[in-house]
């Protein structure tokens, strides 16, 4: 059974930066590509950085792109999202998630939000930015 576990979270001023890791607990999952989500208070989820875990280049929502790095440590088996500059439209509860489809990808996971085949969610990590 693997679980997904973020932490990082937390307040910050408008400007700041934080950085939010997110590591598997439990059997040796390998998966085929790996993302951060976020969800503000009514709104829908929304996808805002993925990538493949076997490499290439991560796709961002445009709305962090160029402020926000998502990077992940395979030994470690952590994946993280660095977010710089970050604005007060950033707060979010945000969530990592992984899955083993190969089906999966990372461009219609930004652009259509299809996460069908990510079956791994973490549990949140709040984000507040003021």
């Known amino acids: 059974h693997v679980q997904l576990v973020e932490s990082g979270g937390g307040s910050v001023q408008a400007g700041g930066s934080l950085r939010l890791s997110c590591g598997a607990s439990?059997?040796?999952?390998?998966?085929?590509?790996m993302g951060w989500f976020r969800q503000a208070p009514g709104k829908e989820r929304e996808g805002v950085a993925v990538i493949y875990a076997g490499g290439g280049s991560p796709d961002y929502d445009l709305s962090v792109k160029g402020r926000f790095t998502i990077s992940k440590d395979n030994a470690k088996n952590t994946l993280y999202l660095q977010m710089n500059s970050l604005k007060h439209e950033d707060t979010a509860m945000y969530y990592c998630?992984?899955?083993?489809?190969?089906?999966?990808?990372?461009?219609?996971?930004?652009?259509?939000?299809?996460?069908?085949?990510?079956?791994?969610w973490g549990q949140g990590t709040q984000v507040t930015v003021s």
């Open positions: 439990g059997h040796t999952y390998s998966s085929n590509c």
């Open positions: 998630a992984a899955g083993r489809d190969s089906r999966a990808n990372i461009i219609h996971i930004i652009n259509n939000n299809d996460t069908r085949y990510l079956e791994l």
